[in-house]
């Protein structure tokens, strides 16, 4: 079992920046690979990035490419999602996901943390 726990949202300007963390209980945090998604308010969940265990591969979504950017500590159990030059757009409810297989189907999920983006 894999419980995790996401921090870091807020509200902020348009143009500005934020951190997500997602920080995971366990030791076996390291044999996971991790996502985060994100689900705007009347729109179905969607992918934004993705990291493979080691740290060495990372995908994003063509939406957020080239402004944010997924990394992980897995001394620190830690995932975490910088986000630049936020857009209105990317105004959400943001969730961290750990799969040991794909995160087509994560199986873990944690609560979410708001993310306001102002124009």
């Known amino acids: 079992q894999v419980q995790l726990v996401e921090s870091g949202g807020g509200l902020v300007q348009a143009g500005g920046s934020l951190r997500l963390s997602c920080t995971a209980s366990g030791r076996t945090f390291s044999s996971y690979a991790m996502g985060w998604f994100r689900q705007a308010p009347g729109k179905e969940r969607e992918f934004v990035a993705r990291i493979s265990t080691s740290g060495g591969t990372t995908y994003y979504a063509n939406s957020v490419k080239g402004r944010f950017t997924i990394s992980r500590d897995n001394a620190k159990n830690t995932v975490y999602l910088q986000m630049n030059s936020l857009k209105p757009e990317d105004t959400a409810v943001y969730y961290c996901?750990?799969?040991?297989?794909?995160?087509?189907?994560?199986?873990?999920w944690g609560q979410g943390t708001q993310v306001t983006v102002s124009s």
């Open positions: 996901a750990a799969d040991k297989i794909s995160l087509s189907t994560p199986t873990y």
